[in-house]
């Protein structure tokens, strides 16, 4: 997957940050303005690591917890593929709310998809007592027997807002 660097734009919606990285971006709704700013920085890319596709299709899953396991006729090969990891900031002991989306695609350097579904998350929904906390975002690729040899990469929106 290739890396990209990270961009952080402000639109001209009130109380919305979008931040894109690698596979994996964020857009946050702020609390009104009694409440700290929420702000939501990934520290690790999403990595589903090397496959080889058999002659039927399958997918390669990826918990929160950086397990993967391929079905179908999927090979995963290496040991080189871990979860996204993320840092949440704002209100100490303050509950939110994470989204994530259905699906994404994926594409590589010809334009080749993926798609990227059943995103999973291990944020409990709660700032702790210093006003931070960490989770991880998981998913499942879906792989084509015929899928094309690349560097498959995207963007995926994450919704953060307090409660």
Known sequence: MTKQAMHA????????????HAI????L???PPAAAELTLTNTRSLAFGAFAPGNSSGSAILTPGSTRTCLGTVTCIGSTYHSASFLLEGEPASSYSLHLPEEAIMTNENNDTLLVDDLTHNAPGALD???TQTFNVGATLHIS????????????????EYE
């Not at 402000?10 to 979008?18: A, E, K, N, Q």
């Not at 899928?147 to 919704?159: M, R, V």
Request: hydrophobic share 30%; net charge positive; no cysteine.
């Open 9 to 20: 734009t402000r639109h001209t919606r009130p109380h919305t940050i979008r931040i894109r």
């Open 24 to 27: 994996l971006a964020a857009s």
């Open 29 to 31: 709704l702020m609390a």
């Open 129 to 131: 007592s210093t006003g």
């Open 145 to 160: 027997g015929s899928q094309p040899a690349g560097s498959y990469s995207g963007n995926i929106e994450i919704t953060v």
